[in-house]
């Protein structure tokens, strides 16, 4: 047995080889009380403070997440904080932008934000950007597409603001809170998870301070550097906002029953299929007549993905849905779903709709459904730019999920008053024709003809299906053809393919 003295010259001998040194006996334990993390932890600062301490400078990139939708507060108030304290030329790199961030139009003329990268804009600030506001073009990308933009670092960010719900002094954080007198509740927080696993820095905002450990948690910790606690992040009676809507309009009734019709003849509604509904009213109404036939043939689906709603819920309460897989939580239902039930996962941008993610959840989904403000005869579909030309929507993961599932289903009426909305060629393409398998009208449903054995499947059960060229005739005719856009000759949006390539550019319009 060797000496102490052995022994320490051996530990001393070990560290050198490591090149590392030797333990020092610290202070002994004092036996108080653990400390007050609320009150000591560095984290906690304020939002002037975290900003300083970031390392923020002109030219950076900062990201904000959308999952407050029309109720988000934080974009608007870090950006005046930006702006107060003197930034300049930075890049605002958001999932999605509505018609609560029209601030961000004066910080733009007043050059402190000179580049936007996003998957939506709407409202005035999307009017401005598409009269020419900025100089650079805004990137657009789908929720898949900047998952995958931001892991390969292809966006980076060099400062992330997340507005969650709730958070503890170490930095935990989350959609949703302990308390039944929430402020905020939003539920997932699925397209902020990228951010706050890459950015350089990451602040989290929250209006609910809670004790440590908040478990279970979204953002953990080892990717938090700031905690601000504000007097509110969002307005949660707002997530369920704009487009996610349910719908009495009869015209959107009648298309949610013959979208439900298409997936139940479509071979793919048997045991154990998977589903995603988009945010529109036919889309969302679907799945009630879904429900019906499902309960009616004893056919349970393995989950349900993407935006969850309160009508998904109800199905997987009522053992319908076996699981929910949820990168945005549509209303407080779903918000509150996610707090309490095991079998309702989050999951982030990435592991929903990234095509470079192996695992991702839409590389194994059956069937979409989705919206559309206009198809053409290629079954092309822009979801973005309206008929007038104006930026009014968001790429979501539209291309993401019409790509990967087995069926993708895009249902819109013939005409939105005297607008039609099958073209001979989308005013700006979204989600190529390649990807689309079936288009739901009020006067007939169009198969993309790479999938004739669904044309056959759907004639089989006595439902009209047409030629896309018929649909596109029957709006010409009733409307006549409009008059060409006044289109610029100013690139005011750039639309990324979700593999990284350019795809589409967006021209200014002149009144």
């Given amino acids: 047995m060797s000496s102490i ?61 959308h999952h407050f939708r029309g109720g988000d507060k934080v974009v608007n108030m870090v950006v005046a904080k930006l702006a107060e304290m003197g930034f300049r030329n930075l890049t605002v790199a958001a999932s999605s932008l509505s018609d609560v961030h029209a601030p961000l139009i004066e910080h733009i003329k007043n050059g402190v934000v000179t580049k936007l990268i996003t998957s939506g804009l709407r409202g005035e600030l999307a009017n401005e950007i598409s009269h020419g506001l900025m100089e650079e073009p805004v990137v657009f990308r789908s929720h898949g597409g900047r998952g995958s933009a931001i892991a390969n670092g292809d966006l980076h960010i060099d400062v992330a603001f997340l507005g969650a719900s709730s958070c503890d002094p170490a930095g935990n954080a989350c959609g949703y809170s302990r308390s039944e007198n929430a402020k905020s509740i939003c539920g997932s927080l699925g397209y902020a998870l990228p951010d706050a696993q890459y950015a350089d820095k990451v602040v989290i905002l929250t209006d609910d301070l809670v004790d440590y450990p908040n478990t279970p948690n979204s953002i953990s910790e080892r990717n938090v550097d700031y905690v601000v606690v504000v007097d509110s992040v969002g307005d949660s009676s707002k997530i369920s906002s704009g487009a996610i809507r349910d719908t009495k309009n009869p015209r959107d009734i009648l298309l949610a029953q013959t979208a439900a019709k298409v997936i139940i003849n479509s071979g793919y509604f048997k045991e154990g299929f998977s589903i995603q509904t988009g945010s529109g009213g036919a889309s969302l109404a679907a799945v009630k007549y879904i429900r019906e036939s499902m309960i009616e043939k004893g056919i349970h689906a393995s989950y349900a993905l993407g935006g969850i709603t309160a009508h998904m819920v109800k199905m997987h309460e009522e053992g319908l849905i076996e699981r929910l897989i949820d990168v945005q939580s549509f209303d407080k239902v779903a918000a509150e779903s996610l707090r309490k039930n095991p079998f309702h996962k989050e999951v982030s941008a990435n592991e929903y709709a990234s095509a470079d993610e192996p695992g991702s959840a839409v590389h194994y989904l059956d069937m979409v459904i989705l919206s559309a403000l206009e198809v053409d005869v290629n079954f092309n579909v822009n979801v973005l730019v309206g008929s007038d030309g104006i930026i009014r929507g968001a790429i979501g993961g539209h291309p993401d999920t019409a790509a990967d599932s087995a069926l993708s289903i895009i249902v819109c009426p013939l005409l939105r008053g005297r607008i039609p909305c099958v073209v001979d060629e989308v005013t700006t393409l979204i989600t190529p024709g390649s990807t689309v398998d079936v288009v739901v009208t009020e006067y007939g449903i169009a198969v993309n003809p790479r999938r004739p054995e669904i044309a056959e499947r759907l004639k089989a059960a006595g439902l009209k299906v047409v030629d896309i060229h018929c649909l596109k005739d029957m709006a010409l005719k009733a409307i006549g053809n409009p008059d060409p856009l006044p289109f610029g000759d100013k690139v005011v949006g750039v639309v990324m393919n979700r593999d990284g390539s350019v795809q589409d550019v967006i021209m200014n319009i002149v009144d």
């Fill in 5 to 65: 003295k052995e022994r320490e010259a051996q530990v001393r001998a070990a560290a050198a080889k490591m090149g590392k040194g030797t333990y020092v006996e610290g202070e002994p334990k004092n036996g108080t009380f653990r400390k007050d993390l609320q009150k000591e932890s560095s984290k906690i600062v304020t939002l002037e403070e975290a900003i300083r301490r970031s390392g923020l400078k002109d030219g950076m990139t900062i990201s904000f997440h």
